[in-house]
């Protein structure tokens, strides 16, 4: 009796498994990644604001909106007409 079985095509069907398991996992891996980074993005809240200016003052009026209550607190800066930022004195 001869038990020798055809064994030519296992090495292409391990090595093509080996290839598909690869790219399964490392999809795997950069989806994490992405979605891990997903939670780090903040969203921006709608408010209502007001600003008029009195020669050399800018008075800026809170006025509420519609995420008047998610808002901790507010920043602003102030540019010249030419683009420069103005610090406050």
């Known amino acids: 009796m001869n038990f020798h ?3 030519e095509a296992v090495s292409p069907v391990i090595g093509v498994i080996l290839m598909v398991a690869i790219t399964v996992i490392l999809a795997a891996v950069i989806a994490v990644f992405v979605f891990g980074m997903a939670g780090d993005v903040q969203t921006t809240k709608t408010i209502a604001v007001s600003a008029k200016q009195t020669g050399t003052n800018i008075t800026v009026t809170y006025q509420g909106g519609p995420d008047h209550n998610n808002v901790n607190g ?3 800066k102030v540019f010249n007409t030419a683009g420069a930022e103005i610090t406050p004195t």
């Open 74 to 76: 507010l920043s602003f």
């Open 5 to 7: 079985e055809n064994e």
